[in-house]
């Protein structure tokens, strides 16, 4: 038999090792996205998720402004938290934080920086206020922007803490079709087909065909000046749309104590979201009650004084 020659050997080991160092930065590409992309829970789950049940998936888009950056450092670390320990392999979250147009010199500085480390922003071409239609060009922005589709999409406070696994809990047994989902406003209503009602905007869900109405329909483009999340209410009437309505009571909520109306109670385990929660005390206490940092810490002779609940065996 005819020996391979010593240059078909050498092209063969080559190819091997080429091989070899493409699987490795794949590897670390993997290892550098699902570290650095800290809030989107998309890489790391479909990798996991059963080919037989298709993922539940809801894009939330939490309403901050440019300036914010500290607001929104500290809820990738509360999001990753949850989305790296607490969400099934068969649930999708993906987290961007929206705002409208810079207007600081400062701004393009930062929020570059933020850009190219954790790619989680959406600028809108808009004006920042609260009533100008920011939530309109919002919604009828994403089937423009997004990489794909979702099953709901949802419009969040930056002063809102979601607990995603609950939330998703919530969602997963719901009509993905023609849905409008939140905490339902006037507080005291609970029957949202009432007329004159609307859902709040500490944490709204619609489904993707919404999405596309909104993007596509003159009602909503026509009616988009106005008390921004009660606007949202009349696009569906006038339309005849949202016929699956849900209010997520008592699950949402305002802080206790944080407003004179209805919508606050005390904190209690079914929660799905909690609103106005804008002091640390405030969110201390959140955190404590739902025991979010518990076994989070790796213990470590670079950490000196922490409290020892919060540290992993």
């Given at each position: 038999?005819?020996?391979?020659?010593?240059?078909?050997?050498?092209?063969?080991f080559?190819?091997?090792?080429?091989?070899?160092?493409?699987?490795?930065?794949?590897?670390?590409?993997?290892?550098?996205?699902?570290?650095?992309?800290l809030?989107?829970?998309?890489?790391?789950?479909?990798?996991?998720?059963?080919?037989?049940t298709p993922?539940?998936?809801?894009?939330?888009?939490?309403?901050t402004l440019?300036?914010?950056?500290?607001?929104?450092?500290?809820?990738?670390?509360?999001?990753?938290?949850?989305?790296s320990?607490?969400?099934?392999?068969?649930?999708?979250?993906?987290?961007?934080?929206?705002?409208?147009?810079?207007?600081?010199?400062?701004?393009?500085?930062?929020?570059?920086?933020?850009?190219?480390?954790?790619?989680?922003?959406?600028?809108?071409?808009?004006?920042?206020?609260?009533?100008?239609?920011?939530?309109?060009?919002?919604?009828?922005?994403?089937?423009?922007?997004?990489?794909?589709?979702?099953?709901?999409?949802?419009?969040?406070?930056?002063?809102?803490?979601?607990?995603?696994?609950?939330l998703?809990?919530?969602?997963?047994?719901?009509s993905?079709?023609?849905?409008?989902?939140?905490?339902?406003?006037?507080?005291?209503?609970?029957?949202?087909?009432?007329?004159?009602?609307?859902?709040?905007?500490m944490?709204?869900?619609?489904?993707?065909?919404?999405?596309?109405?909104?993007?596509e329909?003159?009602?909503?483009r026509?009616?988009?000046?106005?008390?921004?999340?009660?606007?949202?209410?009349?696009?569906?009437?006038?339309?005849?749309?949202?016929?699956?309505?849900?209010?997520?009571?008592?699950?949402?909520?305002?802080?206790?104590?944080?407003?004179?109306?209805?919508?606050?109670?005390?904190?209690?385990?079914?929660?799905v979201?909690?609103?106005?929660?804008?002091?640390?005390?405030q969110?201390?206490?959140?955190?404590?009650?739902?025991?979010?940092?518990v076994?989070?810490?790796?213990?470590?002779?670079?950490?000196?004084?922490?409290?020892?609940?919060?540290?992993?065996?």
């Amino acid at each position: 038999m005819r020996r391979p020659s010593n240059h078909l050997v050498t092209l063969a080991f080559i190819s091997i090792f080429s091989l070899f160092i493409f699987i490795l930065y794949l590897l670390s590409s993997y290892k550098q996205l699902s570290d650095y992309s800290l809030i989107s829970s998309y890489l790391v789950n479909n990798i996991t998720a059963s080919t037989d049940t298709p993922p539940l998936s809801i894009f939330i888009g939490i309403i901050t402004l440019p300036d914010s950056d500290r607001r929104r450092n500290f809820l990738r670390a509360l999001y990753h938290t949850q989305i790296s320990r607490q969400l099934p392999s068969t649930v999708v979250v993906d987290i961007n934080f929206v705002f409208c147009n810079l207007n600081k010199p400062e701004q393009h500085v930062f929020v570059s920086l933020e850009i190219a480390m954790y790619g989680d922003i959406i600028i809108l071409n808009c004006t920042e206020d609260m009533n100008s239609g920011k939530t309109y060009t919002y919604f009828s922005s994403l089937p423009h922007i997004l990489h794909r589709r979702y099953d709901y999409v949802m419009k969040a406070d930056d002063d809102t803490y979601l607990r995603l696994p609950k939330l998703a809990s919530s969602l997963e047994n719901l009509s993905r079709w023609d849905l409008y989902y939140g905490y339902l406003i006037p507080c005291e209503r609970e029957n949202p087909s009432d007329r004159g009602t609307y859902m709040s905007g500490m944490g709204l869900a619609i489904s993707w065909d919404l999405v596309e109405w909104i993007s596509e329909s003159e009602i909503p483009r026509m009616n988009k000046v106005g008390p921004e999340d009660k606007m949202i209410g009349e696009w569906f009437n006038k339309g005849n749309k949202a016929k699956n309505r849900v209010s997520e009571k008592p699950g949402m909520y305002n802080f206790p104590g944080s407003d004179v109306e209805k919508c606050a109670h005390e904190l209690i385990p079914e929660t799905v979201a909690v609103h106005r929660v804008k002091k640390l005390e405030q969110w201390r206490d959140v955190l404590l009650y739902f025991n979010v940092t518990v076994g989070i810490v790796k213990p470590s002779k670079l950490i000196h004084s922490i409290d020892p609940s919060f540290m992993s065996e």
